[in-house]
């Protein structure tokens, strides 16, 4: 059983595979792409903990 792994999202055609600049192109885009989707998903479960915080502490603060 043999995995067939795509490094790339795109496949490029063999012709352009020797081209050495235009795969690590593709790579530096890929890499990009995840980590700004990574970063995201980061900021996004830091403001939704943070509003639950906020909601929490938000009721003592105003008792006072």
Not at 28 to 55: D, E, L, P
């Amino acid at each position: 059983m043999t995995q067939n792994h795509i490094a790339t999202v795109n496949p490029l055609p063999s012709s352009i595979l020797h081209n050495s600049t235009e795969v690590r192109r593709q790579y530096t885009r890929t890499a990009a792409k995840q980590a700004m989707q990574f970063i995201s998903r980061k900021i996004r479960v830091f403001n939704r903990n943070a509003v639950a915080v906020a909601h929490e502490i938000s009721p003592v603060q105003s008792s006072h």
